[in-house]
Protein backbone atom coordinates (compact mmCIF):
# COMPACT_ATOMS: atom_id res chain seq x y z
CA UNK A 1 0.00 0.00 0.00
CA UNK A 2 1.48 3.42 -0.62
CA UNK A 3 0.72 6.57 1.50
CA UNK A 4 0.88 9.52 -0.27
CA UNK A 5 1.07 13.25 1.36
CA UNK A 6 1.13 16.68 -0.16
CA UNK A 7 2.53 19.41 1.01
CA UNK A 8 4.01 23.05 -0.24
CA UNK A 9 0.29 24.83 -0.32
CA UNK A 10 -0.20 27.97 0.83
CA UNK A 11 -1.47 31.71 0.10
CA UNK A 12 0.54 33.88 -2.90
CA UNK A 13 -0.40 36.69 -4.85
CA UNK A 14 -0.78 36.47 -8.42
CA UNK A 15 2.28 36.28 -10.17
CA UNK A 16 4.06 34.09 -7.83
CA UNK A 17 5.02 30.74 -7.25
CA UNK A 18 4.90 28.02 -5.07
CA UNK A 19 6.32 24.18 -4.98
CA UNK A 20 4.12 21.54 -3.95
CA UNK A 21 5.60 18.09 -2.78
CA UNK A 22 4.30 15.04 -2.66
CA UNK A 23 5.85 12.36 -0.70
CA UNK A 24 5.51 8.53 -1.36
CA UNK A 25 5.37 6.12 1.59
CA UNK A 26 4.48 2.63 2.27
CA UNK A 27 6.60 1.10 -0.04
CA UNK A 28 9.22 2.51 -2.92
CA UNK A 29 7.72 5.14 -4.81
CA UNK A 30 7.33 2.74 -8.25
CA UNK A 31 4.13 3.40 -9.36
CA UNK A 32 3.71 3.92 -13.31
CA UNK A 33 2.27 7.28 -13.33
CA UNK A 34 2.19 10.14 -10.57
CA UNK A 35 -0.29 12.56 -11.79
CA UNK A 36 -1.45 16.34 -9.89
CA UNK A 37 -5.35 17.36 -10.18
CA UNK A 38 -6.65 20.13 -8.50
CA UNK A 39 -10.69 20.70 -7.17
CA UNK A 40 -11.88 24.43 -7.17
CA UNK A 41 -14.92 24.96 -5.02
CA UNK A 42 -18.03 23.98 -6.85
CA UNK A 43 -16.14 22.73 -9.89
CA UNK A 44 -15.14 19.16 -10.83
CA UNK A 45 -11.55 17.55 -10.54
CA UNK A 46 -9.65 18.40 -13.22
CA UNK A 47 -5.91 17.29 -14.36
CA UNK A 48 -3.05 19.01 -13.74
CA UNK A 49 0.08 17.62 -14.76
CA UNK A 50 1.67 13.64 -15.08
CA UNK A 51 4.95 11.97 -15.38
CA UNK A 52 5.75 8.45 -15.90
CA UNK A 53 8.10 6.66 -13.44
CA UNK A 54 9.27 4.51 -15.97
CA UNK A 55 10.09 6.90 -19.20
CA UNK A 56 10.17 10.15 -17.76
CA UNK A 57 7.20 11.38 -20.16
CA UNK A 58 5.51 14.51 -19.39
CA UNK A 59 2.06 16.13 -19.58
CA UNK A 60 0.54 19.10 -18.81
CA UNK A 61 -3.38 20.83 -19.24
CA UNK A 62 -3.18 23.28 -21.41
CA UNK A 63 -4.28 25.64 -18.58
CA UNK A 64 -0.84 25.45 -16.63
CA UNK A 65 1.42 24.24 -19.96
CA UNK A 66 4.58 26.74 -19.67
CA UNK A 67 3.76 28.16 -16.01
CA UNK A 68 3.69 24.30 -14.59
CA UNK A 69 6.71 21.73 -13.88
CA UNK A 70 6.41 18.25 -12.75
CA UNK A 71 9.45 16.60 -11.33
CA UNK A 72 10.89 13.47 -9.12
CA UNK A 73 13.73 13.54 -6.50
CA UNK A 74 13.81 9.57 -6.32
CA UNK A 75 16.29 9.88 -3.75
CA UNK A 76 13.70 11.62 -1.38
CA UNK A 77 10.78 9.19 -3.05
CA UNK A 78 9.18 12.97 -3.71
CA UNK A 79 7.16 14.32 -6.71
CA UNK A 80 7.29 18.23 -7.14
CA UNK A 81 5.10 20.35 -9.11
CA UNK A 82 6.63 23.51 -9.35
CA UNK A 83 3.82 26.42 -10.06
CA UNK A 84 5.16 29.79 -11.77
CA UNK A 85 2.93 32.87 -12.64
CA UNK A 86 0.39 32.10 -10.59
CA UNK A 87 -3.09 33.15 -11.13
CA UNK A 88 -6.39 33.25 -9.03
CA UNK A 89 -8.00 30.78 -11.38
CA UNK A 90 -5.46 28.62 -10.04
CA UNK A 91 -6.81 28.86 -6.92
CA UNK A 92 -7.64 25.13 -5.80
CA UNK A 93 -6.67 21.96 -3.37
CA UNK A 94 -4.22 19.89 -5.26
CA UNK A 95 -4.18 16.47 -4.78
CA UNK A 96 -1.32 14.06 -6.07
CA UNK A 97 -2.06 10.54 -7.30
CA UNK A 98 -0.68 7.47 -8.53
CA UNK A 99 -1.20 4.60 -10.62
CA UNK A 100 -0.39 1.23 -9.36
CA UNK A 101 -0.10 -0.12 -12.65
CA UNK A 102 0.41 1.20 -16.58
CA UNK A 103 -1.56 3.34 -18.18
CA UNK A 104 -1.74 4.75 -21.30
CA UNK A 105 -0.59 8.63 -22.37
CA UNK A 106 -3.95 9.42 -23.83
CA UNK A 107 -5.40 7.96 -20.41
CA UNK A 108 -3.49 9.88 -17.83
CA UNK A 109 -5.95 12.93 -17.24
CA UNK A 110 -8.83 10.47 -15.93
CA UNK A 111 -8.93 10.30 -12.62
CA UNK A 112 -10.31 6.94 -12.19
CA UNK A 113 -6.85 5.62 -13.84
CA UNK A 114 -5.31 6.12 -10.44
CA UNK A 115 -5.30 3.73 -7.41
CA UNK A 116 -3.64 5.87 -4.86
CA UNK A 117 -4.79 9.46 -3.41
CA UNK A 118 -3.26 12.17 -0.97
CA UNK A 119 -5.33 14.04 1.27
CA UNK A 120 -4.63 17.61 -0.90
CA UNK A 121 -3.00 20.58 0.33
CA UNK A 122 -4.85 24.11 -0.30
CA UNK A 123 -3.50 26.49 -2.73
CA UNK A 124 -4.94 30.36 -2.89
CA UNK A 125 -3.68 33.00 -4.94
CA UNK A 126 -4.98 36.39 -4.19
CA UNK A 127 -5.18 39.13 -6.86
Known amino acids: QVQLVESGGGLVQAGGSLRLSCAASGRTFSSNVVGWFRQAPGKEREFVAG????????QYADSVKGRFTISRENVKNTVYLHMYGLEPKDTAVYYC????????????????????WGQGTQVTVSS
Open 97 to 116: AATSTYVLYTLWARGDEYDY
Open 51 to 58: LSDTTGDT
